[in-house]
């Protein structure tokens, strides 16, 4: 069974919000991945720049082609014109949008592990005397679950 202050300790910190200074020792597993991260800002950029073009296509192919033309068949080629580039534009979208959640799944996944070896780390360092007074269930439990939350990684006890 849990001490009386261990389970107070949990809930001090399940109440409370991410500090900066968690916030900046969590951005630390992060630095390994800045090239990619990076990489990710300029997919996310571009992506979403090419989503917010594509009205403007739209828009250039009603107007110049649909409503003011000066015959059929100049209107068919500018919006078949039209249409290409709009398709083109939505194939690289596509490939933006991709490569943008791959790379936000890189750097994600790479900090997790990193954190993970930390904690795995950070527990083989522990005395035998916190493992006498902490059930092994507690111990996974609260390593499992300060991972998964990502912010209470400083609430594990000082060596």
């Known amino acids: 069974m849990a001490s009386r202050d261990d389970i107070l300790l949990e809930e ?3 109440q409370k919000p991410l500090s900066k200074a968690t916030f900046l020792r969590l951005l630390g597993y992060v630095r390994p991945y800045r090239r990619i991260f990076r990489l990710n800002l300029l997919f996310t950029l571009l992506a979403t720049a090419s989503q917010l073009v594509g009205p403007k296509f ?7 082609y649909l409503i003011r033309f000066s015959s059929a068949q100049t209107a068919f080629h500018g919006i078949l014109a039209v249409s290409l580039i709009y398709l083109g534009n939505l194939l690289v ?12 799944i890189a750097v994600g996944q790479g900090a997790m592990n990193d954190l993970r070896l ?3 780390e950070h527990i083989q360092r522990l005395s035998l005397n916190y493992f ?5 269930g507690r111990i996974i439990s609260r390593a499992d679950t300060d991972i998964d939350s990502g912010a209470r990684i400083s609430s594990w006890p000082a060596r």
């Open 93 to 104: 979208g596509c490939f933006l949008s991709a490569a943008q959640v791959k790379s936000a």
């Open 132 to 136: 006498d007074k902490t059930h092994q």
């Open 118 to 120: 930390a904690v795995f």
């Open 12 to 14: 001090a910190f399940e």
């Open 58 to 64: 739209i828009q250039i192919g009603i107007d110049r």
